[in-house]
């Protein structure tokens, strides 16, 4: 029997999803869902370019739980490993 879930009835531990959990879920590295998700390609977070003097530029990203769920009805529980992940489901 299909069950059909309330978002409302969902939660979703504060913060931001890990980069390694969000590439683990699409099944592609960091970097290139980092710039899918800067592309606009994927709209479950968004992402900021910081420049540090003298330093290379870096990108800080923050995903959405709730966002991430919609996209790929992966719902992220707080893990801040894949292993965690794995675990859950073993």
Known sequence: M???IEIKDLEFPPG???MSIVAMVYERGEEQVRNLIDEGIINIGH???HKRRGKQPYRR???S???LYLDTGFRWRGEQT????KSRYS
């Open 65 to 67: 739980p709730l966002k």
């Open 2 to 4: 299909n069950q059909i």
């Open 47 to 49: 992402v900021q370019r």
């Open 61 to 63: 990203t923050y995903v």
């Open 82 to 85: 894949v292993e965690e992940i």
């Open 16 to 18: 931001n999803v890990p």
